[in-house]
């Protein structure tokens, strides 16, 4: 489902379930006040308490927030007295509206949370469905930007931040005489690094937003085409329509080289390897011989730790009727908007 169809999608589902609310909180009171034997009683009436009520909740919700940002250092106080105030505003609302003076008129509007607390149950999967969705970055193929499970260390050219894969003991490649692999943070480059730090820090925590449209730049999470159980992400470099080529560790479409923007100026994109077994031969698609022609629903992705991303560079198997190296426009997920976790890597991505 495209971005236009997910948007409209959302659109009438929440109108419906804000419809379905009203009806319900509607009824729900109904019921309260019948129990409660409050007298005056018409679903008319009732219909219109829940409309005040979900204002009343909505004006206390907005409030609540904008007091707790103003003041973080009284947000359990100002929780407990949003709740005081928003069960009197209620209370008094229904005792006006049904003239009635009881404090029946509090379990009358008791009855109302339950429509609330399945919309609140049934919103997260609405929007999970259509519009935004979390992950974890298991892998470290986009590290810097994104990392998953990783050790850090120094950059010996530099100095900076590095990230790496983790290298268990028992590993069939044994220690690396020369250094782990890993990416410096300030220049984007693949390093070797003598004594990481091997503490295992975990993977990078995601916003994904399956509403916005791709461009070129932006990280993506797609479902693999040989494996469409299985979601990747990776950054989007050619768009439909594209012939993509990788020359001198530069993006070229259409045979012009294309310039990244300013926090990937240092990135450079591998086509060529020196750590195969002698003897081996290995092309990649996108060099200069085999370069990348996408078709009219056809997107080319790239790592940004080019020497240990698996991306459409080396792909052998597309989606049925699809190039090997393409990710069809139908396999996209979202777009990759945050790090929300953990805190230290909290980042705007778009």
Not at 32 to 38: E, L, S, W, Y
Not at 235 to 245: F, N, S
Request: charged share 20%; proline share 8%; glycine share 8%.
């Amino acid at each position: 489902m495209d971005s236009a169809l997910r948007f409209a999608a959302l659109v009438v589902v929440a109108i419906a379930l804000l419809v379905g609310s009203l009806l319900l909180t509607a009824g729900f009171l109904f019921w309260g006040v019948r129990c409660a034997k409050i007298p005056q009683i018409t679903f008319r009436r009732a219909l219109v308490g829940s409309i005040g009520l979900g204002s009343v909740t909505i004006a206390m919700q907005i409030s609540l927030v904008w007091l707790r940002t103003s003041m973080p250092e009284y947000d359990l106080a100002l929780r407990i007295t949003a709740w005081t105030v928003l069960v009197l505003l209620s209370g008094a609302a229904i005792a006006w509206l049904f003239t009635s003076r009881s404090l029946r008129t509090i379990r009358a509007w008791l009855l109302t949370l339950i429509p609330s607390f399945g919309f609140l149950i049934l919103s997260p999967v609405i929007l999970r469905l259509l519009a935004t969705e979390t992950y974890v970055i298991p892998t470290n193929g986009m590290a810097p930007t994104l990392v998953g499970v990783h050790w850090t260390g120094k950059c010996p050219r530099c100095g900076s931040l590095a990230y790496g894969s983790p290298h268990h003991p028992g590993d069939p490649r044994g220690e690396p005489p020369d250094g782990f692999d890993m990416i410096c943070s300030q220049e984007l480059r693949d390093c070797k690094v003598r004594n990481p730090d091997r503490t295992e820090r975990s993977g990078d925590r995601i916003f994904v937003n399956k509403l916005a449209k791709p461009h070129r730049w932006d990280l993506v999470v797609f479902r693999y085409p040989g494996d469409p159980t299985t979601n990747y992400v990776k950054r989007l470099v050619g768009l439909p329509g594209e012939e993509v080529t990788i020359r001198d560790g530069a993006v070229c479409i259409n045979g012009q080289k294309i310039e990244p923007p300013p926090e990937l100026r240092g990135l450079k994109y591998v086509t060529e390897f020196d750590y195969l077994p002698p003897g081996q031969v290995l092309w990649l698609w996108g060099d200069e011989e085999h370069p990348a022609k996408l078709g009219p629903d056809e997107y080319f992705v790239l790592g940004d730790f080019s020497a240990r991303s698996m991306d459409s560079r080396f792909w052998e198997r597309g989606a049925p009727r699809h190039s090997p190296y393409a990710v069809p426009a139908d396999h996209l997920v979202g777009v990759v908007t945050h790090i929300y976790w953990p805190p230290s890597r909290w980042r705007a991505l778009r």
